[in-house]
C-alpha cells in the first residue's frame, strides 16, 4: 500500500501516473506552460522545479506565486495549486483516445480512491487529482488540444529565436524573418521544435 506522507510512496506513485496517465497531465498543463514560455522568465525545467518545491501555496516561493499570479491562460482556475503540482511533473503525448480508453482509465483511477487504506498503484491525493484531469480532458480535448498545441509550439519557436538572437548565433535580420542558417549553411523558414511532448501519435505518422 502507498500511504500520503511518505516521500519513497509519493515517487513510486508519481513513477506509476507518469507511465499510464500522463497524457492528462499534459493536456492540463499545456495553457499554463505555453504562457510560461511567452515570458522568458522561467525555462520549463526550471519551472517545474520551482513549482513542486514552492510549498503550499507557494509560501517558500514569493518571487514564483507572484509570477504565476500575473499570468493570464484558458481554464487557470480549473486546477487548484496542489493538483497542478502534481500534474506538472506527468509528462507525455496527446494522443487522441477512445471514449473506451478514457472510461477504462477513468475506472482504473477510480478503484485507486475506494481503497479503504492507502492506494496500491498510486497515492489516493494522486487518483484524485487524475480524475479531475481526465475529466478536464473529456471538457476540453477536441475542442481546444490542437490550438492548444499549435500556440505552444509558436512560443516555443519564438523563444528559441529569442535566445538564439541573445547569444548571437543568429542575426536581427533572421531573427525576424524566422529564416534561420544553420552552421552548414542549411536554412529553414520553419523554425525547428520540440513538441514532442504535446504531438498526437496521430500527429507524428
Keep these: 500500500m502507498l500511504y500520503e506522507g511518505n516521500s519513497l510512496h509519493q515517487n513510486i506513485s508519481i513513477r506509476y501516473c507518469n507511465a499510464r496517465f500522463a497524457c492528462y497531465g499534459a493536456l492540463a498543463c499545456l495553457p499554463l506552460q505555453t504562457v510560461v514560455i511567452a515570458t522568458d522568465i522561467y525555462e520549463l525545467t526550471e519551472f517545474e522545479w520551482a513549482f513542486v518545491h514552492s510549498g503550499e501555496n507557494h509560501r517558500r516561493n514569493q518571487h514564483l506565486a507572484r509570477f504565476i499570479g500575473s499570468l493570464t491562460y484558458e481554464d487557470s482556475g480549473y486546477f487548484t495549486i496542489e493538483e497542478t503540482r502534481f500534474l506538472v511533473q506527468l509528462h507525455g503525448t496527446c494522443p487522441p ?15 485507486e480512491t475506494k481503497r479503504k487504506r492507502g492506494g496500491e498503484k498510486m497515492l489516493k491525493s494522486h487518483a484524485n487529482f487524475l480524475l ?3 475529466d478536464f480532458w473529456k471538457l476540453r480535448y477536441d ?11 509558436a512560443m516555443d ?8 538572437l541573445r547569444a548571437g548565433t543568429i542575426s ?16 529553414s523558414s520553419n523554425y525547428d521544435t520540440d513538441d514532442s511532448v504535446y504531438m498526437s501519435d496521430e500527429s507524428k505518422s
Design 97 to 111: 483516445l477512445s471514449q473506451e480508453q478514457i472510461e477504462a482509465d477513468r475506472r482504473e483511477v477510480l478503484r
Design 132 to 134: 479531475k484531469a481526465i
Design 143 to 153: 475542442e481546444k488540444y490542437e490550438e492548444w498545441r499549435s500556440k505552444f509550439i
Design 157 to 164: 519557436r519564438a523563444s528559441r529565436i529569442r535566445e538564439m
Design 172 to 187: 536581427l535580420a533572421e531573427a525576424a524573418s524566422g529564416v534561420i542558417i544553420d552552421d552548414e549553411g542549411y536554412q
